[in-house]
Protein backbone atom coordinates (compact mmCIF):
# COMPACT_ATOMS: atom_id res chain seq x y z
CA UNK A 1 0.00 0.00 0.00
CA UNK A 2 2.74 1.88 0.78
CA UNK A 3 4.37 1.73 -2.80
CA UNK A 4 1.33 3.94 -4.50
CA UNK A 5 2.11 6.71 -2.31
CA UNK A 6 4.91 8.00 -3.68
CA UNK A 7 3.57 7.70 -6.93
CA UNK A 8 0.15 9.75 -6.44
CA UNK A 9 2.63 12.63 -4.71
CA UNK A 10 4.87 12.66 -7.67
CA UNK A 11 1.44 12.36 -10.39
CA UNK A 12 -0.11 15.32 -8.07
CA UNK A 13 3.30 17.36 -8.45
CA UNK A 14 3.09 16.78 -12.20
CA UNK A 15 -0.83 17.90 -12.44
CA UNK A 16 -0.35 21.07 -10.67
CA UNK A 17 2.52 22.18 -12.68
CA UNK A 18 1.36 21.47 -15.83
CA UNK A 19 -2.10 23.50 -14.73
CA UNK A 20 -0.19 26.06 -13.09
CA UNK A 21 2.07 26.35 -17.02
CA UNK A 22 -1.70 26.81 -18.48
CA UNK A 23 -2.21 29.39 -16.29
CA UNK A 24 0.69 31.15 -16.84
CA UNK A 25 0.10 30.78 -20.65
CA UNK A 26 -3.33 32.04 -20.92
CA UNK A 27 -2.37 35.36 -18.50
CA UNK A 28 0.88 35.35 -21.28
CA UNK A 29 -2.05 35.38 -24.64
CA UNK A 30 -4.19 38.18 -22.58
CA UNK A 31 -0.89 40.14 -22.30
CA UNK A 32 -0.32 39.80 -26.22
CA UNK A 33 -2.47 42.97 -26.91
CA UNK A 34 -2.53 46.48 -26.31
CA UNK A 35 -6.04 47.64 -27.05
CA UNK A 36 -6.74 51.66 -27.21
CA UNK A 37 -10.22 52.40 -27.16
CA UNK A 38 -11.70 55.43 -28.13
CA UNK A 39 -13.48 56.61 -24.84
CA UNK A 40 -12.36 56.76 -21.31
CA UNK A 41 -15.51 54.72 -19.95
CA UNK A 42 -14.77 51.67 -22.83
CA UNK A 43 -14.38 48.56 -21.36
CA UNK A 44 -12.40 45.90 -23.44
CA UNK A 45 -11.11 42.86 -21.35
CA UNK A 46 -8.81 39.72 -23.13
CA UNK A 47 -10.47 35.94 -22.11
CA UNK A 48 -7.60 33.58 -23.51
CA UNK A 49 -8.09 30.05 -23.10
CA UNK A 50 -6.00 27.42 -25.57
CA UNK A 51 -8.28 27.47 -28.36
CA UNK A 52 -9.54 31.44 -28.81
CA UNK A 53 -9.10 35.00 -27.81
CA UNK A 54 -12.62 36.59 -26.81
CA UNK A 55 -12.38 40.52 -26.82
CA UNK A 56 -15.22 41.63 -24.75
CA UNK A 57 -16.55 44.84 -25.07
CA UNK A 58 -18.76 47.17 -23.41
CA UNK A 59 -19.09 51.13 -24.31
CA UNK A 60 -21.81 52.89 -22.26
CA UNK A 61 -22.44 55.07 -25.10
CA UNK A 62 -23.40 52.25 -27.51
CA UNK A 63 -21.12 53.66 -30.26
CA UNK A 64 -17.45 53.36 -29.93
CA UNK A 65 -14.16 52.16 -31.48
CA UNK A 66 -10.99 50.47 -30.32
CA UNK A 67 -7.77 49.53 -32.06
CA UNK A 68 -6.30 46.09 -31.06
CA UNK A 69 -3.20 45.96 -31.67
CA UNK A 70 -1.00 41.96 -31.19
CA UNK A 71 1.94 42.56 -29.63
CA UNK A 72 2.88 38.69 -29.84
CA UNK A 73 4.20 37.05 -33.57
CA UNK A 74 0.59 35.98 -34.50
CA UNK A 75 -2.94 36.12 -34.05
CA UNK A 76 -4.61 33.62 -32.43
CA UNK A 77 -6.33 30.72 -34.35
CA UNK A 78 -9.77 31.71 -33.53
CA UNK A 79 -10.60 35.66 -32.42
CA UNK A 80 -14.13 36.23 -31.21
CA UNK A 81 -15.30 39.43 -30.49
CA UNK A 82 -18.63 39.97 -27.96
CA UNK A 83 -20.30 43.27 -27.94
CA UNK A 84 -22.58 43.84 -25.21
CA UNK A 85 -25.18 45.96 -26.70
CA UNK A 86 -28.44 45.72 -27.22
CA UNK A 87 -28.36 46.19 -30.79
CA UNK A 88 -26.54 46.10 -33.39
CA UNK A 89 -26.90 48.84 -35.82
CA UNK A 90 -23.67 48.79 -37.32
CA UNK A 91 -20.24 47.08 -36.88
CA UNK A 92 -17.21 47.61 -38.92
CA UNK A 93 -13.99 45.75 -38.45
CA UNK A 94 -10.56 46.21 -40.63
CA UNK A 95 -7.21 45.63 -40.69
CA UNK A 96 -5.70 48.03 -42.86
CA UNK A 97 -6.63 45.31 -46.08
CA UNK A 98 -9.45 44.05 -45.55
CA UNK A 99 -13.37 46.24 -44.27
CA UNK A 100 -15.93 43.96 -43.28
CA UNK A 101 -19.18 45.26 -42.31
CA UNK A 102 -22.09 43.81 -40.77
CA UNK A 103 -26.32 44.71 -38.87
CA UNK A 104 -27.81 42.68 -37.43
CA UNK A 105 -31.54 42.22 -36.75
CA UNK A 106 -34.15 40.09 -35.85
CA UNK A 107 -37.60 38.85 -37.77
CA UNK A 108 -40.16 36.63 -36.05
CA UNK A 109 -37.23 35.30 -33.55
CA UNK A 110 -35.06 35.07 -35.83
CA UNK A 111 -31.49 36.72 -36.48
CA UNK A 112 -31.02 38.70 -39.64
CA UNK A 113 -27.24 39.06 -40.38
CA UNK A 114 -26.06 40.89 -43.01
CA UNK A 115 -22.52 41.23 -43.96
CA UNK A 116 -20.47 42.81 -46.81
CA UNK A 117 -16.92 43.60 -47.83
CA UNK A 118 -14.96 46.62 -48.68
CA UNK A 119 -18.20 49.14 -47.96
CA UNK A 120 -20.27 48.02 -50.33
CA UNK A 121 -23.37 47.24 -48.84
CA UNK A 122 -25.28 45.94 -52.18
CA UNK A 123 -22.34 43.70 -52.66
CA UNK A 124 -23.75 40.83 -49.41
CA UNK A 125 -21.32 38.59 -48.58
CA UNK A 126 -22.50 34.48 -49.46
CA UNK A 127 -22.08 31.93 -46.47
CA UNK A 128 -18.92 30.14 -48.00
CA UNK A 129 -17.14 33.14 -48.84
CA UNK A 130 -14.20 33.29 -46.72
CA UNK A 131 -14.71 36.30 -45.09
CA UNK A 132 -18.29 35.36 -43.57
CA UNK A 133 -18.44 36.26 -40.03
CA UNK A 134 -20.19 33.90 -37.63
CA UNK A 135 -22.47 36.06 -35.70
CA UNK A 136 -24.59 35.20 -32.75
CA UNK A 137 -27.15 37.07 -30.99
CA UNK A 138 -26.79 35.66 -26.75
CA UNK A 139 -29.14 36.55 -24.05
CA UNK A 140 -27.90 37.08 -20.29
CA UNK A 141 -28.24 33.37 -19.79
CA UNK A 142 -25.88 32.41 -23.02
CA UNK A 143 -28.95 30.71 -24.51
CA UNK A 144 -29.50 32.43 -28.39
CA UNK A 145 -31.36 35.68 -28.04
CA UNK A 146 -34.88 35.35 -29.89
CA UNK A 147 -35.59 39.36 -29.86
CA UNK A 148 -33.52 42.88 -29.95
CA UNK A 149 -33.37 44.82 -27.94
CA UNK A 150 -31.33 42.30 -25.77
CA UNK A 151 -31.41 42.22 -21.85
CA UNK A 152 -28.30 41.56 -20.17
CA UNK A 153 -26.51 39.98 -23.90
CA UNK A 154 -24.29 40.54 -26.23
CA UNK A 155 -23.79 40.12 -30.07
CA UNK A 156 -20.51 37.52 -30.65
CA UNK A 157 -18.64 37.78 -33.67
CA UNK A 158 -16.20 35.22 -34.67
CA UNK A 159 -13.68 36.96 -37.36
CA UNK A 160 -12.67 34.86 -40.15
CA UNK A 161 -9.05 33.37 -40.42
CA UNK A 162 -9.18 34.79 -44.03
CA UNK A 163 -8.95 38.53 -42.47
CA UNK A 164 -5.61 37.63 -40.50
CA UNK A 165 -4.02 36.80 -44.12
CA UNK A 166 -0.69 38.92 -44.16
CA UNK A 167 -0.60 38.84 -40.20
CA UNK A 168 -1.77 42.42 -39.66
CA UNK A 169 -0.43 44.25 -36.63
CA UNK A 170 -3.80 45.33 -35.80
CA UNK A 171 -7.39 45.38 -36.43
CA UNK A 172 -9.93 48.38 -35.82
CA UNK A 173 -13.76 47.62 -34.62
CA UNK A 174 -16.39 50.03 -34.58
CA UNK A 175 -19.84 49.31 -33.43
CA UNK A 176 -23.19 51.13 -33.14
CA UNK A 177 -25.90 49.92 -31.22
CA UNK A 178 -29.08 50.70 -32.10
CA UNK A 179 -30.33 52.04 -28.65
CA UNK A 180 -27.53 54.42 -27.58
Known amino acids: MKTWL ?13 EAENVDLLKNQANQFKITARRM ?4 QVH ?12 PLGISHAEIERLGNKWPDTVVLRLHL ?3 ESF ?12 VSTDEGKPMVCLWKGGNENSL ?4 SPFWMDVRILAGDGKMATAIPVQDGYFEITLPKAFFDGNPR ?7 DFYR
Do not use: C, M, Y
Open 6 to 18: PLLLVSLALSNFA
Open 41 to 44: DDDI
Open 48 to 59: ADKHKTVFSVRG
Open 86 to 88: KGL
Open 92 to 103: RVSNGQVTLDAT
Open 125 to 128: LAEK
Open 170 to 176: SITVRWI
